[in-house]
């Protein structure tokens, strides 16, 4: 099972990006998919998850209104990020979980599968 995201970069307060993240090896129905990012020395925290047949969607606070996630198939989901913010500076990671309820989405640890990250910087 590979997690592959895409889509960071450079952009500037109040741009716009949306991220990828491909999954592989299996078809990912009835996996939760979602976004974590970690800016450096912080804790990796939740930004957005949505169920595997996109009927449910969930996001930090932080992010909500301005960050939209979509899942265009079983495994791919993207992650729409606009007005952004320095403060949304980090690595970006997609995860992946088969069993996870939806209560536990926001939780890194309980997340099955990651992939790589991606880097979005947000210039002020």
């Known amino acids: 099972v590979q997690l592959q995201a895409s889509g960071g970069g450079l952009v500037q307060a109040g741009g716009s990006l949306r991220l990828s993240c491909l999954a592989s090896g299996r078809t990912f129905n009835n996996y939760v998919m979602g976004w974590f990012r970690q800016a450096p020395g912080k804790e990796r925290e939740f930004v957005a998850a949505?169920?595997?047949?996109?009927?449910?969607r969930s996001y930090a606070d932080s992010v909500k209104s301005r960050f939209t996630i979509s899942r265009e198939n079983a495994n791919l989901v993207y992650l729409q990020m606009n007005s952004l913010k320095p403060e949304d500076a980090a690595v970006y990671y997609c995860?992946?979980?088969?069993?996870?309820?939806?209560?536990?989405?926001?939780?890194?640890?309980?997340?099955?599968?990651w992939g790589k990250g991606t880097l979005v910087t947000v210039s002020s």
């Open positions: 949505v169920s595997w047949s996109a009927g449910t």
């Open positions: 995860a992946a979980d088969e069993t996870l309820p939806s209560t536990r989405w926001n939780s890194a640890r309980d997340m099955n599968h």
